[in-house]
């Protein structure tokens, strides 16, 4: 089968992403900047094809119960919404978390705190990767830098959220999310039948047969004891995930004197202008974590032996840096600069910062 | 080869339309595009402009500081953007209501009175084509047929009937564009 091609704003490309993943549901409310995933799916109205459901829940907090529902039938089930849509879900993210259910969150950032504004931001890092919703517990958290790495991660994320029936999170940011560029859309998976559900997801709520004892999926529990075996199981479940899931990507480290973090959009703005320093003879490199939970904290600490300095560049005030300070744990200075509000910096305000900061 | 264009003018002129429009056509031709709109709360007779990059290779940032071409189509766009043209880069503008003309001795700069051409055509729809047209001619970075093509895709299919007005109003474009300096 050839590929299928498509020209497609970020937004666009998670509607047709899980369609072709084979979702059996998407649950949203609009807010800018990511409307047109919910408008998307409207359009290609895939009950029609697919039977996946599409629903305009009257509120945010709606949304995510029924994601809620949804994943504990064992559905492939998603929501979207921007970063106040997504405060008003961390509750709902916490009992997906506690019940250990797999669902799939969107959150195309904007600029805060409160309604903010509709411009990009990354100022969502602390919600996503520290746990917004309260309890100890982690979300997989993936930030795609390009339209195609939307589609991609909407298939790696519900893969990764089955895998260990945990609820993942894709952190965009508007830029991505209303951009558009050329997306090889990620081939056609069918809906699982019940019977797969069934075999595949033997926790889900689907009617209990004759013989089998009462699936009951729940995140309360009374007894600290029974708590804390919980509580370790989920804390086993992260270790493996950290273990095993950390993703990232590595420009021109090896032989860098400087490497600057950055992560989304702002990884490509970042990469503008380390191409720029190296066309000036600054040796520097660039390295973008795609999982920002589990974060490539090692390989941070690894490069760290070898450059002379690690700046990260932020959409924030400062979030991701803390991880980066953490990983290296003084073993180098660890510098920092950032945009507020939804102001985006261009390649030569990088440029100039790198300078700055190293050459003087 | 890589170009880098900026267009910039009043919201509902057609501007990221316009760039879609170039960006499909990239796509046909199997070049990494980009498309980035400026979003907000844009309105009709407020200030866009879209960043359309075509490019063999991977795409780094969406966002720029310096274009390869600057298309400006309003005295705040051209106020805006000029200093944004890159050494020996190009700039093109339409001559409505500009009182400043571009000034710098280092890019070649082209006029295109478009919005007075699609008046006189009687179809204001016609000006960003018309645009469209003009920047091929200087700048042609993809060809009209990849053009046409993109328009299939760009357009709902009942205003396919409206190809061949819109080809005509490119090829249109391709003549009226002046050269008032070349570098």
Known sequence: MSEEIKLLKGNEAIAHAAIRYGADGYFGYPITPQSEIMETLMTLKPWESTGMVVLQAESEVAAINMVYGGAGSGKAVMTSSSSPGVSLKQEGISYLAGTELPALIVNVMRGGPGLGTIQPSQADYFQAVKGGGHGDYKLITLAPSSVQEMADFVYLGFDLAFKYRNPAIILADGIIGQMMEKVILPPIRPRRTEEEIRSQCPWALQGKPKGRKPNILTSLELSPAVMEENNLRFQAKYREIEKNEIRYEAIDCEDADYMIVAFGSLARICLKAQEMARAEGIKVGLLRPITLWPFPSDIIAEYAKKVKGIISIELNAGQMVEDIRLAVNGTIDVKFYGRLGGIVPTPDEILDVIKKEYIG | ?183
């Open chain 2, 1 to 183: 080869m890589k170009k880098e264009i900026i267009v910039a003018g009043f919201g509902g002129q057609g501007i990221l339309s316009l760039g879609k429009i170039l960006a499909h056509a990239g796509l046909i031709e199997g070049k990494e595009v980009t498309w980035m709109p400026s979003y907000g709360p844009e309105q009709r007779g407020g200030t866009a402009n879209v960043t359309v990059i075509l490019s063999d290779d991977r795409i780094s940032s969406p966002v720029l500081n310096s274009y390869d071409v600057v298309v400006v189509l309003n005295q705040p766009s051209l106020d805006r953007f000029e200093n944004d043209v890159k050494p020996g880069g190009t700039i093109i503008y339409d001559s409505y209501g500009i009182r400043h003309t571009p000034t710098r001795k280092d890019i070649n700069i082209y006029r295109i009175d478009a919005m007075d051409e699609a008046i006189e055509m009687g179809n204001a729809r016609a000006f960003n084509m018309l645009v469209l047209g003009g920047i091929l001619k200087v700048c042609p970075i993809v060809n009209t047929e990849s053009i046409v093509n993109s328009l299939k895709e760009s357009l709902a299919e009942r205003l396919h009937k409206l190809i061949p007005e819109n080809e005509k109003a490119i090829l249109h474009g391709m003549e009226i564009i002046k050269a008032e300096q070349e570098i």
